[in-house]
């Protein structure tokens, strides 16, 4: 499903540079950053040479993907999420393997939410 938005010349600029900014700060090929995006090598270029994105579903992809806002990805401007939302369980807690655990276990999942 393609989203189409009408882009402004600023917000396109402001994509391509910090996109490009993302690439070069992680070292990331175009390849490797359209793969993670699902689009081709060349739609990837297309972005950076400043064409306005018609599939936002990727461009957010790309943005999941790199751990980076969605927001400050299109238009330059973070926005107002909190600053733990984006943390993982490794940020949080130490990680430890534990020896004495082996064997047969049965896991029972539960979906965690966020409290208000």
Known sequence: M???TKTSVKEVNSFAKNLQSLLDGRD???RAAAEIAGVSV???ND????S?????EAVLKLAKGLNCD????LTG???QKSETENL???QIFSIEDEPSLSGLFMVELKRLTRRK
């Open 52 to 56: 306005a994105p018609k599939n936002m």
């Open 42 to 44: 060349s739609t990837l």
């Open 88 to 90: 993982n369980l490794s």
């Open 70 to 73: 969605f927001q400050w990805l």
């Open 47 to 50: 972005w950076l040479t400043g």
């Open 2 to 4: 393609k989203n189409k």
């Open 77 to 79: 401007e973070a926005s």
């Open 28 to 30: 990331l090929s175009q």
